[in-house]
T-cell receptor, first 113, second 113 residues
Framework: GNSVTQMEGPVTLSEEAFLTINCTYT??????LFWYVQYPGEGLQLLLK?????DKGSNKGFEATYRKETTSFHLEKGSVQVSDSAVYFC????????????FGQGTTLQVKP | EAQVTQNPRYLITVTGKKLTVTCSQN?????MSWYRQDPGLGLRQIYY???????DKGDVPEGYKVSRKEKRNFPLILESPSPNQTSLYFC????????????FGPGTRLTVT
């Protein structure tokens, strides 16, 4: 079945450091890929998305490129801020017409001043 | 403001005492679903609904029931809660199944003792 694997956390960075959170997936068909962010005490918010191979999603300085050849969708940001501290989830749209999102286990990011 | 609301936000209950977690969206979305979030497992879908009176099981439906009598509401019912249902629950909605973005509620933290 379809699945998503994220790098284990927590990830601790200093402000202005470069961020990479790895995400790889297994899927049949052609899923869309997403990154969701969960700030403390809140629900998940869509951060960015990509719908087909080689698409790059971007938002708030974050980027991720849909790489079909490596089945990856790594999240990157050039310079993190304390306000980026949150849990980040990689997800894919299940290809079985259930509307389901399949999530990775989440990666906690802590940015220190 | 477009939003998904859930109530209650926090609930501590005892084994076997029936409870209902409500979910409501004001965006006229057709598709709604429930997820549970557990450490190290990400989010897993419990039930989903394509439209009024149309519901189906997700990946972890055991011990849960849902109903969709109105488009805006999608309550999650635990007839006889057990400690393994202690979790963080999220309701989500989208315009339709397969839509690019799902909107999440703020979450309900349930503890069953």
């Amino acid at each position: 079945g379809n699945s998503v694997t994220q790098m284990e956390g927590p990830v601790t960075l200093s402000e202005e450091a470069f961020l990479t959170i790895n995400c790889t997936y297994t899927a049949t068909g052609y899923p869309s890929l997403f990154w969701y962010v969960q700030y403390p005490g809140e629900g998940l918010q869509l951060l960015l998305k990509a719908t087909k191979a080689d698409d790059k999603g971007s938002n708030k300085g974050f980027e991720a490129t849909y790489r079909k050849e490596t089945t990856s969708f790594h999240l990157e940001k050039g310079s993190v801020q304390v306000s980026d501290s949150a849990v980040y989830f990689c997800a894919l749209s299940d290809t079985s017409n259930t509307g389901k999102l399949i999530f990775g286990q989440g990666t906690t990011l802590q940015v220190k001043p | 403001e477009a939003q998904v609301t859930q109530n209650p936000r926090y609930l501590i209950t005892v084994t076997g005492k029936k409870l209902t977690v409500t979910c409501s969206q004001n965006m006229n979305h057709e598709y709604m679903s429930w997820y549970r979030q557990d450490p190290g497992l990400g989010l897993r879908q419990i039930y989903y609904s394509m439209n009024v009176e149309v519901t189906d099981k997700g990946d972890v439906p055991e011990g849960y029931k849902v109903s969709r009598k109105e488009k805006r509401n999608f309550p999650l019912i635990l007839e006889s809660p057990s400690p393994n249902q202690t979790s963080l629950y999220f309701c989500a909605s989208s315009v339709e199944e397969g839509a690019m973005e799902q909107y999440f509620g703020p979450g309900t933290r349930l503890t069953v003792t």
